[in-house]
Structure formats: C-alpha cells, structure tokens
C-alpha cells in the first residue's frame, strides 16, 4: 500500500499520482466512487462489466429465479413495493 499527499485545488479537485493510477488500471474517464466519514475518505474505482460478463451474470440470474420459482411478475411487484418504501 501507498500513501500519497494530495492538494486540494480551489475548484475542490484533486489529482491522484500517476504510479497509483498505472498501479489500479485507472484510466481518464474513469468511474470511482467516494465514500466520507469523519475525516476519512475512501475511494473505490468502479469497473462495469464487459457485454459478455453482464449478460453471463444475467443469465446466472435468470436461472437461479426460474430455479426457485420467481416470475417476472414476482420480479415486478419487488421493484414496485422497494420503490414505495424508499418514496415512503
């Protein structure tokens, strides 16, 4: 593990060194996403999956619900009552 000083600039950016970025496969246009407590902040870089990973993983899905006897209406009444709590 590396520890890195960083400067705030005025417009609140900050740059993340080169030989972390080459060391985490960061790349520009990366996604990362920021977590704050107290006075700490951590920073964990999002990877989408490929096209192949994310139907695979679909799939996996899909047959796991059908395994266990889920409908896609079962999957649509879920999403509809999470989304009433989260309204309520």
């Known amino acids: 593990m590396s520890i890195d000083v960083l400067t705030v600039s005025s417009k609140g950016q900050i740059v993340l060194p080169v030989s972390m970025r ?6 520009s246009g990366a996604k990362l996403a920021a977590y704050a407590s107290d006075d700490v902040i951590m920073l964990k870089v999002i990877r989408l999956p490929s096209d ?9 899905a899909q047959e796991w619900a059908a395994s ?9 009444d879920l999403v509809k009552s999470v989304r009433a709590r989260k309204r309520g």
């Open 52 to 60: 192949d990973e994310f139907k695979s993983r679909l799939d996996e």
């Open 22 to 27: 080459r060391s985490l496969s960061i790349e």
């Open 68 to 76: 266990v006897g889920y409908t896609e209406e079962d999957v649509d």
